[in-house]
């Protein structure tokens, strides 16, 4: 029988646990990143509403050597440069190409892996090459560095801006647009998953991929370097993307 001392016993001792906890968790540092869950193998929402990918865990990573705690804000892609200026998350890692002018408003932590732009077509297109783009309609997802070079390349008025690359191969399978040019890694993806798309042979621009933090949270920017370093000497950084993108 349990007399109230025990009960009372039992429950002091299931505060404590809880006090416990919560200690435990407030004591832990908070690591927010910002990023667009529509980029696989980079980031996307798997079947458990989980953003996972290669971002998401070489972040959970560096969290885990900085003994902080990993959150993940889900965004637009063109929002991140202000969400990590601003400071509403801390990093950004979103398969995020290091150009001069983003280095303007961001700094850009060292390159942990390299992306490039390249062309989605139909099966039955006729573009073969990107000697052909001139004069087609192209899909980009907004802000990116393909939307950048191709607004550049082939003129404003032959850019159709999509908020993420899936509703860019959604207007391509469509009709709306006769290409998409976005990063090779997720053009992969989305060829695989769906039918009658070719990626074109010819590719358009290689680029670096780097997280970037706020200019003056210099501390966070030295700490994520020496954490994504120690990550790549140990073989981790190749075992994360070695997971996510199998070797041809
Ligand atoms: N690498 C491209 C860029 O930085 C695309 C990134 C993305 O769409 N997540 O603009």
């Given at each position: 029988?349990?007399t109230?001392k025990?009960i009372?016993?039992?429950?002091m001792?299931a505060?404590?646990a809880l006090?416990?906890?919560?200690c435990g968790?407030?004591?832990?540092d908070?690591?927010?990143?910002?990023?667009n869950a529509?980029?696989?193998?980079y980031?996307?929402?798997?079947e458990n509403?989980n953003v996972v990918g290669?971002?998401?865990e070489?972040?959970?990573?560096?969290a885990?050597?900085l003994?902080m705690?990993?959150?993940?804000?889900?965004?637009a892609?063109?929002?991140?440069?202000?969400?990590?200026?601003t400071?509403s998350?801390?990093?950004?890692l979103?398969?995020?190409?290091?150009?001069p002018e983003?280095?303007?408003?961001v700094?850009?932590?060292?390159?942990?892996?390299t992306?490039?732009?390249?062309?989605?077509?139909?099966?039955d297109?006729?573009?073969?090459?990107?000697?052909?783009?001139?004069?087609k309609?192209?899909?980009?997802?907004?802000?990116?560095?393909g939307?950048?070079?191709?607004?550049?390349d082939?003129?404003?008025?032959?850019?159709?801006?999509?908020?993420?690359?899936?509703?860019?191969?959604a207007?391509?399978?469509?009709?709306q647009?006769?290409c998409?040019?976005?990063?090779?890694?997720p053009?992969?993806a989305?060829?695989?998953?769906?039918?009658?798309?070719?990626?074109?042979?010819?590719?358009?621009?290689?680029e670096n991929?780097?997280?970037?933090?706020?200019?003056?949270?210099?501390?966070?920017l030295?700490?994520f370097n020496?954490?994504?370093a120690e990550l790549?000497?140990e073989?981790?950084?190749?075992?994360i993307?070695?997971?996510?993108?199998?070797?041809?």
């Amino acid at each position: 029988m349990l007399t109230m001392k025990k009960i009372l016993a039992l429950v002091m001792v299931a505060v404590l646990a809880l006090a416990m906890v919560a200690c435990g968790s407030a004591e832990k540092d908070v690591l927010t990143m910002g990023t667009n869950a529509a980029f696989p193998p980079y980031e996307f929402v798997d079947e458990n509403n989980n953003v996972v990918g290669i971002d998401a865990e070489i972040a959970a990573a560096v969290a885990e050597k900085l003994g902080m705690e990993l959150e993940i804000k889900d965004m637009a892609f063109d929002s991140l440069i202000t969400a990590v200026s601003t400071g509403s998350v801390d990093v950004a890692l979103a398969g995020m190409t290091v150009t001069p002018e983003r280095a303007e408003s961001v700094n850009f932590s060292d390159s942990y892996a390299t992306g490039i732009q390249v062309v989605i077509v139909t099966e039955d297109s006729a573009i073969a090459s990107i000697e052909d783009l001139d004069g087609k309609k192209i899909g980009v997802q907004t802000g990116t560095t393909g939307d950048i070079y191709c607004a550049g390349d082939y003129g404003e008025e032959n850019i159709a801006r999509y908020d993420n690359g899936a509703l860019a191969v959604a207007a391509l399978q469509n009709g709306q647009v006769d290409c998409v040019v976005i990063d090779n890694e997720p053009a992969k993806a989305f060829v695989e998953a769906n039918e009658g798309l070719k990626i074109l042979d010819t590719e358009y621009i290689t680029e670096n991929y780097a997280a970037a933090i706020a200019k003056e949270n210099t501390e966070l920017l030295e700490k994520f370097n020496k954490a994504l370093a120690e990550l790549k000497a140990e073989g981790k950084l190749d075992e994360i993307i070695g997971k996510y993108i199998k070797a041809e």
